[in-house]
Nanobody, 124 residues
């Protein structure tokens, strides 16, 4: 069992930055992958970024590539999503999730554990 808690969301002006944190507790296997997704009332949940717990390989959606950076602290079981040059279209509830069996990192249905989400609002 894995529990995830997101934090760091808030209100920021366009062009600003936020850092989201996902703290994981429970048994984290080296084979796991941790992903970030976001959702608005108007859109389905979409993939943002993911990192392999072992090795630290990262992947990003095209919409955030070059602006967002995902990193991890294995000793703290924590992942950080640094979001720079934020745009109003980045406004969403951001969720972290854990994929326990390797597969399509973009597919939310392949993630087993989810956090409660944190709201990010970017004003224009």
């Amino acid at each position: 069992q894995v529990q995830l808690v997101e934090s760091g969301g808030g209100l920021v002006q366009a062009g600003g930055s936020l850092r989201l944190t996902c703290a994981a507790s429970g048994r984290i296997e080296s084979s796991y992958r941790l992903g970030w997704f976001r959702q608005t009332p108007e859109k389905e949940r979409e993939f943002v970024s993911a990192i392999n717990w072992s090795g630290g390989r990262t992947s990003y959606a095209d919409s955030v590539k070059g602006r967002f950076t995902l990193s991890r602290d294995n000793a703290r079981n924590t992942v950080y999503l640094q979001m720079n040059s934020l745009k109003p279209e980045d406004t969403a509830v951001y969720y972290c999730a854990v994929q326990v069996i390797g597969g399509n990192m973009w597919n939310e249905y392949e993630y087993k554990y989810w956090g409660q989400g944190t709201q990010v609002t970017v004003s224009s």
